[in-house]
């Protein structure tokens, strides 16, 4: 599909008077949007360590698994037709929830990123969010994937999305979960915090926004996580269980049984070392 034909590019110059040609420029040879002066530093990891990871993350048995339970989810708190991804990364999640019908645009900060999500088919902007400058009530839905966990300013990345989202829009969160987990790994990502279901709806609602469905996944990692990693920390040890680690595990039979167990416990069980939330404008 041809970036000038994109239907919610359309619709938002239709509707709205805008045009993504009013805040970045279009890279033919990269197929991106370059958003203008844009700020690297906002995205969650830096162009070396989203290239580093992307070779990873196409077999990922976390990666799999995780896009089976969102959009199992998202598809039941009847969230459709166009999704915008701030903080897409290198598009693993946006692609597969535009191959099942959700079209979703990635919006990444990192050059990297952006353009690895090119190449996955999905319609990029390379830039952050408020650079896009997008109207007021435009967008339906919004989805940031462990993302708000690594903000400095998350009060200011929840207006935004607020701003731009029409009434009753929807927001799709993920983030790391229980406290209990807190580990070197936490520090060395980036993250500012880990969450409880109490403290994510207490941020949200006090953002301007009403949580409609709410539950923890990963419920099988949150004993292995707490052994390799988290007690070690406590312990003492710096060291963590990195990245490659846990990304690079394709999960083979094994695996496979294990999806299919988290797959049927998401989002019902009291603990899990990642929560999902569905939250929707006030």
């Known amino acids: 599909m041809g970036v000038n034909m994109h239907p919610e590019l359309e619709r938002l110059e239709r509707d709205f008077a805008w045009s993504p040609n009013l805040v970045a420029a279009w890279d033919s040879r990269l197929n991106i949007w370059l958003g203008s002066g844009q700020q690297l530093d906002k995205s969650v990891y830096d162009d070396e360590t989203w290239e580093e990871m992307d070779a990873l993350l196409d077999d990922s048995w976390w990666y799999r698994t995780r896009n089976l339970i969102i959009h199992s989810t998202i598809h039941k708190s009847g969230v459709n037709k166009v ?150 920390y406590r312990l003492g040890v710096r060291k963590a269980v990195g990245t490659e680690a846990t990304l690079g595990a394709s999960g083979g039979i094994l695996g496979r049984f294990a999806a299919w167990i988290e797959r049927a416990i998401a989002m019902k069980t009291p603990v899990g070392s990642s929560l999902l939330v569905v939250a929707r404008k006030r």
């Open 83 to 232: 999704m915008w991804d701030v903080g897409s990364g290198t598009g693993v999640v946006a692609r597969y929830l535009s191959a099942k019908g959700l079209l979703t645009i990635g919006v990444e900060p990192s050059h990297a990123g952006a353009v690895a999500g090119a190449r996955r088919g999905v319609l990029s902007f390379c830039a952050s969010i408020e650079q896009l400058q997008l109207p007021n009530s435009s967008l339906e839905n919004v989805s940031m994937l462990d993302v708000l966990e690594h903000l400095d300013d998350r009060e200011k990345a929840l207006a935004e999305v607020h701003r731009m989202l029409i009434p009753n829009g929807r927001l799709v969160l993920t983030v790391p979960a229980l406290t209990s987990l807190w580990s070197q790994f936490d520090i060395d990502a980036g993250h500012y915090l880990r969450y409880n279901k109490r403290s994510i709806k207490k941020e949200l609602e006090s953002n301007g926004f009403e949580v409609i469905r709410m539950g923890y996944f990963f419920a099988l990692t949150v004993f292995p996580l707490f052994v390799l990693r988290a007690l070690p």
